[in-house]
């Protein structure tokens, strides 16, 4: 009876699901964004991007082109075989360039993994996670009026996080970091 309450909830909050592109201008120089905009992987080459104001220059970050000032939202992320990630919402105004802290009171409400088994809700202080299982995708589902931020796991129709109280004044684009690739030597 609990799963299929899990499951009607996540259908719930699916309803609200956007197309969600990632926006180029915005990426660090060493992320390859796919031809579509749907994926994001990490390089050791650093391109030679100018550097706009709007392009991430320290940190392995990239925002969605669509943002949103009302209503609800909710986007999916595939995160399956990744050890490190890091991704949510974050106001548009952001700083990008150097000294980001990622936390609620400076524009950014994210869920991470670190060390392939360290989930945190990157609140100020953080919030460590006990996730039974680690999810394959991460559903995000925001309500603009209502000031919330949740994240799901998807395939466990689960909900693994919400910032509550929010207080959203300007528009809101979808942040993802695939965080870089750690070679064993």
Known sequence: MKKLVAEVKMKRVQKFAVDVTLDPETAHPLLILSDDGKQVNDSDVKKNLPNKPGRFSEYVFVLAKQSFSSGRFYFEVQVKGKTDWDLGVTRESIKRKRNITLSPQKGYWTLCLTNGNEYQALDDPPVLLSLKSGPQKVGVFVDYEEG??????????????????????????????????HVNK
């Open 148 to 181: 919330l931020v949740s994240f799901y796991d998807v395939e466990a129709a689960v909900l693994i996080f919400s910032f509550t109280g929010c207080s959203f004044k300007e528009k809101l684009l979808p942040y993802f970091s695939p965080e870089l690739n």
